[in-house]
Each structure stands twice: as C-alpha cells, then as structure tokens.
C-alpha cells in the first residue's frame, strides 16, 4: 500500500496533499460555476476518488486497478485526515 502512494505514482503526480489540493479548489470552482455551494477540501477529494473506484468496480468488466487505487486513494484519505486532525 505504501508503494501505492509513496512510489513511483508519486513521482508523477507531485505532492499529494499539494494535488488534491489542487483538485479541491479546481472542482470548486467547476460547482460553483454549476450554482452549487460548497468548499472542497483536499480529504474530500481522497474520498471521491475512492467513490469513483466502487463505481467503477460495479459497472464493466473486473478490473483489479479499481481495486487497487481503491486501497491507494483510501490510504491518502486517511493521511490528510491525520494532517487535518492533528493541526
């Protein structure tokens, strides 16, 4: 599971708390440009993510990615979490 967020993915995607946050304000702005208040934050991005990945899990074909950025994408939530509550 650490590889998942610590290797290689890493890499590519940058800091995780830096992307998701980046993704957070993002997908703010696409909602509130929809009319939709709300103020996403970096964890809520995480757990989205981890939605995406049971949805997908229960449509089309199997797919073990799903399952496994399902772990991956779990993980990083429960790291901001603990950066959330230990501030």
Do not use: C
Request: proline share 1%; charged share 20%.
């Amino acid at each position: 599971t650490l590889d998942l967020v610590t290797g290689s993915r890493s890499k590519q995607n940058g800091d995780i708390e830096k992307n998701h946050n980046n993704i957070a304000r993002l997908w703010t702005a696409y909602l509130t440009n929809k009319g939709i208040v709300a103020e996403l934050t970096p964890l809520d991005v995480a757990i989205m993510m981890s939605l995406l990945k049971i949805a997908r899990s229960q449509g089309g074909k199997y797919n073990v990615d799903d399952f496994i950025d399902l772990v991956g994408y779990g993980s990083i939530a429960g790291e901001l979490a603990e950066n959330v509550n230990s501030k």
